[in-house]
């Protein structure tokens, strides 16, 4: 699927970009998502995502 703009999945009127962590296999998507301020993850292996998302995700 290409696309010229984002596919909106979900809609959250109160959240801002740093609230979102963009996964994705494509470096240039993770440095366009990190340009307008939401965190990102280049996907590679599942172990390195898991612990990207241990960092990420709050705790408590």
Do not use: C, K
């Not at 993770?30 to 990102?40: F, N, P, S, T, Y």
């Not at 599942?46 to 705790?59: C, I, N, S, Y």
Request: charged share 25%; net charge negative.
């Amino acid at each position: 699927m290409s696309t010229d703009r984002p596919i909106v999945l979900f809609d959250a009127p109160h959240a801002t970009p740093a609230d979102f962590l963009l996964i994705d296999d494509r470096d240039e998507n993770v440095r366009a998502a990190q340009a307008i301020g939401m965190d990102g993850h280049v996907f590679t292996r599942r172990e390195e995502l898991a612990a990207a998302l241990g960092d990420w995700l709050p705790t408590g």
